[in-house]
């Protein structure tokens, strides 16, 4: 079970998440989890309980490289969540992956 601040951790990983979506950078949770293989019921599982001690570091890095997602603001909320303005493509991230 995540202790309170890891699920802090976790509600800023969604917030994320959804600000993506609605930049239209992603077109959703589910482009997320298949360009990564993540397992879409457990993120849709944390999604709902966010105690549940199942997030993976590898999704935070994720957002991190691919959509300059502030490693600073999702581990400790300060800041601002991104390094730099995101630049919108629909379904597509910042970065290509390599």
Known sequence: MQNEEG???VER?????FDL??????RGKQTFTRRYGINNRN????E??????????????????DF???A???LTGKGKMYTKEPIVRLGYTNKKKE
Do not use: G, P, T
């Open 72 to 74: 600073e603001w999702l």
């Open 21 to 26: 979506k609605r930049r239209k950078i992603i």
């Open 43 to 46: 993120f849709w599982l944390l």
């Open 48 to 65: 709902q309980d966010k105690s549940r001690d199942i997030l993976q570091v590898a999704w935070l890095s994720h957002l991190v490289e």
């Open 13 to 17: 990983f969604f917030e994320a998440i």
């Open 68 to 70: 300059d997602i502030s």
């Open 7 to 9: 699920q802090k951790v």
